[in-house]
């Protein structure tokens, strides 16, 4: 394993996880929100509080579905193959472990040694 969260190799495949890790916080977003306005559906006596509530939860909904079917089509979340959704969530927890074991504060952070030399070293000082 890499610990160096400096290196390179460790952004390999990042984008993908991002945009996964993104639209299943975007789906969980939206399943509060339907969830939150149901409840204050149900707590409004006013009739066009009501109206609107429900307006907005129809959209929820819909937001929802939309979400749902992007992650499928995408093969980020497998809601109706939980063998293949097992894997996803142990890679994913794989990778969580491994982040946590990375040492993302060390004390020094300066990559400037990498970088020590000058250009004209080989000719023997800073003539260039």
Same mark, same amino acid.
């Given at each position: 394993?890499?610990? &160096?969260? @400096?290196?390179?190799?460790?952004?390999?495949?990042?984008?993908?996880?991002?945009?996964? #890790?993104?639209?299943? &916080?975007? @789906?969980?977003?939206?399943?509060?929100?339907v969830r939150n306005l149901s409840i204050a559906? #149900?707590?409004?006596?006013?009739?066009?509080v009501r109206a609107l509530l429900r307006h907005h939860l129809m959209q929820g909904i819909a937001l929802h579905q939309e979400i749902t079917e992007l992650m499928i089509r995408k093969k980020w979340f497998h809601p109706y193959e939980l063998n293949e959704q097992?894997?996803?969530?142990?890679?994913?927890a794989k990778n969580t472990v491994m982040i946590g074991q990375m040492n993302l504060f060390p004390d020094d952070t300066s990559r400037k040694g990498m970088?020590?030399?000058t250009p004209d070293e080989h000719m023997g000082g800073h003539n260039a």
């Open positions: 394993m890499n610990t &160096d969260y @400096l290196d390179p190799i460790n952004s390999l495949n990042m984008p993908e996880m991002a945009d996964m #890790t993104f639209a299943m &916080d975007f @789906l969980i977003r939206a399943k509060e929100g559906l #149900t707590e409004t006596a006013s009739p066009d097992y894997q996803l969530d142990q890679l994913s970088f020590d030399r």
